[in-house]
């Protein structure tokens, strides 16, 4: 069976949307599916075509950005060429062209698959506004287009506005255990300042990952941890569209160099040696535009406690494991709260990785999967 993904970002770039999908299609790719990649051309310097672990990518070029979707004149033509040798799409939503494709593939007869992962919600003023509503209303109509809906947790979906009168299938994301390279662990190790504590965060630095309540949590923290604890903070230090909230970041950081370390982008190879030197991994996220976590897993799996907030599919797995603590979005002072907690109590928030896996389990993720994509209409 052939199979096409249209998202609107695709490796390298890096999010929780983009790896979701990454790993949904190699997944697919190992088990017997022919997958293609249809995205934007996000960097110039990539090549329009390539293959990327038995999945193949094809990048439609830009004329210009408006915020952080992009204009792209070509991509009717080639959605439609694409149609043509495939026997269902999969529309990785949020997604201003996905209505587009939805169209073109109900009018050759293919069937249409929205994977609807998360909100969008953008910070600033009226424009901001006119944007994310615009966005909100093409998903909707690719939506309205769809034979199946999917998005990542059935909590998720029950408290959507979006979706919950929709039928929708919760299906978890492709999660699995990071290898702990102890060379890797050892060279992380080095980097770091010889702390007592190590509190980690992984992921882009957006308004919606909430890393500016982490970092304000310092001076709370500091009342409980003196100065022997360090924030490690991992992933891409630019972010597309961001530059306001990277400015408030930048000054944060500034305010308490001796308490925080940024390691930078890591690459996969590093996921487990990272998760497995810290104490506890905070995932202090604020509004929709998060709804999972995929980071919270990977560090449960390395024998990592987890902080979140407490937000539809972002509450799911340490509901489901036990593994960490729930804690009002935006709350500072909860949040540190939380984290003394884990930092004094680590071992009743450990379990076995075979209790993680056993939550999201690969099987049951591909099984639902072949069975949505094999069901008739």
Known sequence: MKILISLSYYSPYISGLTL??????????????????????????LPRREDINAVSVVRVPYLFRVSKGFVMPEFVYLAYKELH???????????????????????????????YICEVTLSGGIVAKVIESVLRICNKMALDLSDEIVTLTDDFAEHNATLKER?????????TPPEINNDEKKSLQNKLPIKKFYI???????????????????????????????????????TVG????????????ERFPNLVFQLGELEDNQLGAFYSLLDVLVLP???NTEAFGMVQVEA????????????????????????GI????????????????????????????????????????????RQLLQKRG
Request: glycine share 8%.
């Open 20 to 45: 979701s999908v990454k790993r949904l299609a190699e997944l697919l790719a190992g088990s017997g599916y022919t997958v293609t990649i249809l995205t934007a051309k996000h960097d110039r310097t």
């Open 85 to 115: 040798n495939t026997d269902a799409v999969v529309i990785a939503l949020p997604q201003v062209e996905g209505f587009i494709i939805a169209f073109l593939a109900k009018m050759l007869g293919r069937k249409v698959v929205s994977l």
């Open 167 to 175: 039928s929708v299938s919760g299906i978890y994301p492709v999660m």
């Open 200 to 238: 980690g965060f992984l992921g882009r630095i957006a308004h919606e990952k909430g890393i500016s309540y982490l970092l304000e949590a310092i001076p709370s923290l500091q009342k409980s941890l003196g100065d022997e604890f360090v924030i490690v903070l991992a992933g891409p230090r630019k």
């Open 242 to 253: 961001e530059g306001k909230y990277h400015a408030y970041i930048s000054n944060l950081l």
């Open 285 to 287: 996220s604020t509004n």
């Open 300 to 323: 449960m799996y390395c024998g990592t406690p987890v902080i979140s907030t407490n937000l539809p599919g972002v509450r799911v797995p340490i509901k489901e494991t036990g593994m």
């Open 326 to 369: 729930i804690v009002k979005p935006g709350d500072s002072k909860v949040l540190a709260e939380a984290i003394v907690e884990v930092l004094h109590n680590k071992k009743k928030y450990v379990k076995s990785p075979d209790a993680i896996k056993k939550v999201f389990s690969l099987d049951k993720i591909l099984k639902s999967y």
